[in-house]
């Protein structure tokens, strides 16, 4: 099975500022016969199902703010929020869709500073 | 805009049995693979079955194959898990989750259903 570290596990930054999250996959997910990362984004909120944020590793998903952004390829993935809002506290996942089973990252909180 | 509904849970004995449905409303689903990702309680996502968009393709996890039987009615908008030999470990909420139009990522869940599996 493909397994999904993330880094840090918890992070708290003042609003405004810059939070950013690391992915790493034990399988390469970019396919070569289309040039795509099999690597998504969710964003889950207390007492909420996840969001999804991003897809192809770096493609924003249809009504996510632009402050939200991913990047990387292979097996090394960001998660960026440019300036954080108050609204963005809540748990963050990567995600493989590569291949079964789509496994999941641990998550990493995000809160405010 | 599509809407996903669950419903089925509740409390049940281990060994025992339990039907998830999930409801899609909004749009057709017929065109998707969908999907059943559970959470336990504080835990993270769990990933646990796919069904293609014409149920000829299903894959499952590991710790519940033989166990869960994932299906579909295209005809109804409905998706189906069928959970049998109930353990204390798959105490979750169980999410429905589409599989999305332009990638395989999932686009759209459910609110989720709880399982509780305790005697």
């Known amino acids: 099975d493909i397994v999904m570290t993330q880094s840090p596990d918890f992070l708290a930054v003042s609003l405004g500022e810059r939070a950013t999250i690391n992915c790493r996959s034990t399988h390469n997910l970019l396919y070569s016969s289309n040039n795509k990362n099999y690597l998504a984004w969710y964003q889950q909120k207390p007492g909420q199902p996840p969001k999804l944020l991003i897809y192809w590793a770096s493609t924003r998903e249809s009504g996510v703010p632009d402050r939200f952004s991913g990047s990387g390829s292979g097996t090394d993935f960001t998660l960026t929020i440019s300036s954080l809002q108050a609204e963005d506290v809540a748990v963050y996942y990567c995600q493989q869709y590569y291949r079964s089973p789509f496994t999941f990252g641990p998550g990493t909180k995000v809160d405010v500073k | 805009q599509v809407h996903l509904v669950e419903s089925g849970g509740g409390v049940v004995q281990p060994g025992r049995s339990l039907r998830l449905s999930c409801a899609a409303s909004?749009?057709?689903?017929?065109?998707?693979?969908m999907h059943w990702v559970r959470q336990a309680p504080g835990k993270g996502l769990e990933w646990v079955t796919l069904i293609s968009f014409d149920g000829t393709t299903k894959k499952y996890l590991d710790s519940v194959k033989g166990r869960f039987t994932i299906s579909r009615d295209n005809s109804k908008n409905t998706l189906f898990l069928q959970m049998d030999s109930l353990r204390a470990e798959d105490t979750a909420v169980y999410y429905c989750?589409?599989?999305?139009?332009?990638?395989?990522?999932?686009?759209?869940w459910g609110r989720g259903t709880l399982v509780t599996v305790s005697s």
């Open positions: 989750a589409r599989g999305g139009d332009t990638s395989d990522a999932f686009d759209t």
């Open positions: 909004g749009v057709t689903f017929r065109s998707n693979a």
